[in-house]
């Protein structure tokens, strides 16, 4: 599986793309030819993962989930384990990524996925935390699941499945909620700057601005 690079200043960002689902998982360097990175939305194997890592040489602080999805958080415990990272998450993701039903892997047809514990929770609507040198900062954004958030670092911001590109945000599963949804990405619209760079859970980066086209708000 190939890596695609791209170079938001001062980080440098590796997407990796689960081939079934199309979900996003993200690397990011605290810099371009840095040795330090976190990991968004671990949802490829962790050998596809590590093969990256060890090509680059990086060694990874925290895996971040942007919600509670299986195609987002299949490979964090393998991570977690084999790196020695921390898993950060929202209290309600938290609460459901240790239960196959709420993660939605028991309906998968590719086997349970249940992760332990998590090791930072996030319980109210923002927390940030510092590595090196750059604010982690993770916005709560509810509506595709109770446990959705973003992450914004340096310029760029992760959405997850809150906010995909040229896609209605996919309320009709379990614990989705579309005035939620609504309230979640006006806030986003409303909060960052139009020339956002966003890095979605499916599909390629965009602007934010470009998001009012296709968003129901």
Avoid: Q
Avoid at 86 to 100: F, M
Avoid at 102 to 119: I, P, T
Avoid at 182 to 203: A, C
């Amino acid at each position: 599986m190939t890596a695609v690079s791209a170079v938001e200043e001062p980080i440098e960002i590796l997407r990796l793309t689960n081939e079934r689902f199309g979900s996003c998982c993200y690397i990011v360097a605290s810099s371009p030819g840095a040795r330090r990175a976190v990991v968004v939305d671990p949802g490829v194997p962790y050998e596809t993962i590590r093969t990256v890592l060890r090509r680059r040489k990086l060694a990874v602080d925290f895996v971040i989930l942007t919600h509670e999805h299986f195609d987002h958080m299949s490979g964090a415990g393998e991570l977690c384990a084999g790196e020695g990272a921390k898993l950060v998450a929202s209290k309600e993701c938290a609460e459901s990524v240790t239960d196959p039903a709420r993660n939605m892997s028991k309906y998968s047809g590719l086997g349970e996925v249940a992760l332990r514990s998590v090791d930072v929770v996030i319980a109210g609507d923002r927390g940030d935390l510092a590595w090196e040198g750059l604010a982690l900062e993770m916005f709560r954004t509810p509506g595709h699941t109770p446990g959705s958030m973003c992450l914004r670092i340096g310029p760029a911001l992760f959405t997850g499945d809150a906010l995909i590109k040229d896609i209605k945000t996919v309320t009709r599963l379990p614990g989705g909620d579309k005035r939620l949804s609504r309230r979640s990405i006006r806030w986003l619209l409303d909060t960052f700057p139009g020339r956002t760079k966003v890095y979605p859970g499916h599909g390629e980066p965009f602007e934010l601005r470009e998001a009012s086209r296709w968003a129901e708000l």
